[in-house]
């Protein structure tokens, strides 16, 4: 994850200190894991319950698409909160994936997956991608309260 570095330079200086990241080993166990990470850096921070239960299925969601569909031996999870507004993102080393996953494809409403992108984006305030290299970071943000 070398353009990864760049990113925990960047992060600490557009969202002061209050930034926090860890790598998952890409496995069936990584949106649990990460799950758990979130919710109780959440807590500690101070985070109403909505919050919490955003954090936990946005997580899921982005940390369950990195695990299927790229080939990162590590997943970093980055939590962030900034003037009120917490922010979760889930980056990977690649390869992206050839289609555009925020390109609004639905999946068939009797489909047991494939919708994680969308809820991400239904449940957050704001929500998107970055691309760098061949790697991908999916962001999605909420109001926390300070």
């Known amino acids: 994850m ?25 496995s069936k166990e990584c ?17 109403e319950s909505e919050a919490c ?28 909160r900034f003037r009120g507004v917490g922010y979760l993102a889930v980056v990977d080393d690649g390869p992206a994936p050839r289609k555009n996953p925020w390109a609004g494809v639905s999946a068939a409403d009797d489909a047991v997956s494939g919708r994680g992108l969308q809820l991400v984006s239904a449940f957050s305030a704001s929500s998107g991608r970055f691309r760098f290299g061949s790697g991908s970071l999916f962001w999605a943000s909420h109001p926390l309260r300070d």
Request: charged share 10%.
């Open 2 to 26: 070398i353009a990864f570095t760049g990113l925990r330079t960047a992060l600490p200086v557009l969202f002061g200190s209050h930034v926090v990241w860890r790598g998952f080993l890409r």
């Open 31 to 47: 949106p649990r894991q990460s799950r758990k990470f979130v919710v109780s850096l959440l807590g500690i921070w101070g985070a």
């Open 53 to 80: 239960e955003w954090g936990a299925l946005v997580v899921t969601e982005l940390a369950t698409n990195a695990c299927v569909h790229t080939h990162s031996p590590v997943i970093q999870v980055v939590a962030a």
